[in-house]
């Protein structure tokens, strides 16, 4: 099993440090960290999309242009999922799975560029997309327009069996037993993390989890102000939020369990894994 580690989109929001905590100019660095996994028994497996061909060609109304405008979103053919996949010698059939950790825009976007792919997720997050889009922030966060021509769906209960403290969704229909769905609800109400066993290891991506490298592998939690009030606007339910985030910290500290964590926006840890040297 190999795993590669793609930046599927960009967003350079006004701020700079305030939000990526590095960035010495008024432009900060976000990315969308998606992982693709090559396995032996079932193709090309995506962990989330970030933005898709259809985005960046023809963006509204797909993408919301108030997030757009906040987020500064660059929106470039050859960081698609699609492009990257191509880039390796692969096609789109190639890509037999994408999981999903959730809906959000900026996860899903890619996912009508592989029109053959089982789309895996938490049944509370497909519920939640198309049942919960009252308010600013449900409405500009699910967009139905990137989900029209998405046709394979298997959805989970987000109950399972005890992972590190945690539940996990084993045997995901059609994946091999390594690739597991981590319920972490809060940012959304069904999201998830993907944990894969790599062999040397586990690897979890925790989606949006949280935002900044700082949350974990530390005793006490240290957030840009950027990424902090962003996480607040965007979750549903703080106390969850929180407290899975907690308890990813610990994880994240615990020698013996040997994960190593990564998030989707943090553009250090994805040098860091692109580099083969996750944080």
């Not at 010495?24 to 061909?53: A, Q």
């Not at 959000?104 to 053959?116: I, M, Q």
Request: hydrophobic content about 40%; glycine content about 8%; proline content about 5%.
């Amino acid at each position: 099993m190999k795993i590669h580690h793609l930046n599927c989109g960009t967003d350079c929001p006004f701020g700079g440090a305030v939000f990526d905590g590095r960035s010495k100019g008024p432009l900060g660095h976000l990315v969308c960290h998606c992982l693709l996994i090559e396995t032996d028994s079932s193709g090309l497996v995506l962990v989330d999309t970030g933005y898709g061909m259809r985005d960046v060609r023809d963006p509204f109304p797909r993408l919301s242009r108030p997030f757009a405008a906040m987020l500064n979103i660059r929106l470039r053919e050859q960081e698609t999922a699609l492009r990257q996949v191509e880039a390796l010698g692969y096609s789109a059939r190639d890509v037999r799975h994408i999981v999903i950790t959730h809906l959000d825009f900026d996860h899903a976007g890619g996912l009508e560029d592989f029109p053959e792919a089982t789309v895996h997720l938490t049944s509370t997050e497909l519920n939640a997309f198309h049942q919960l889009r009252d308010g600013f922030v449900a409405k500009n966060r699910y967009r139905p327009m990137q989900l029209d021509d998405v046709r394979h769906w298997r959805t989970y209960d987000p109950q399972g069996e005890p992972w590190f403290g945690f539940e996990a969704v084993r045997q995901l229909d059609g994946l091999p037993p390594e690739v597991l769905l981590i319920p972490l609800k809060g940012h959304t109400w069904g999201h998830a993390g993907v944990a894969v066993d790599t062999g040397a290891g586990w690897l979890l991506h925790a989606g949006d989890a949280y935002f900044y490298r700082g949350e974990v592998r530390r005793p006490d939690r240290r957030c840009t102000p950027g990424l902090r009030a962003y996480q607040t606007m965007m979750e549903v339910d703080r106390a969850s939020r929180l407290e899975n985030q907690r308890r990813l910290r610990e994880l994240s500290l615990d020698a013996s369990a040997a994960v190593k964590l990564v998030c989707a926006h943090d553009v250090v840890e994805l040098e860091a894994a692109q580099a083969g040297r996750l944080l």
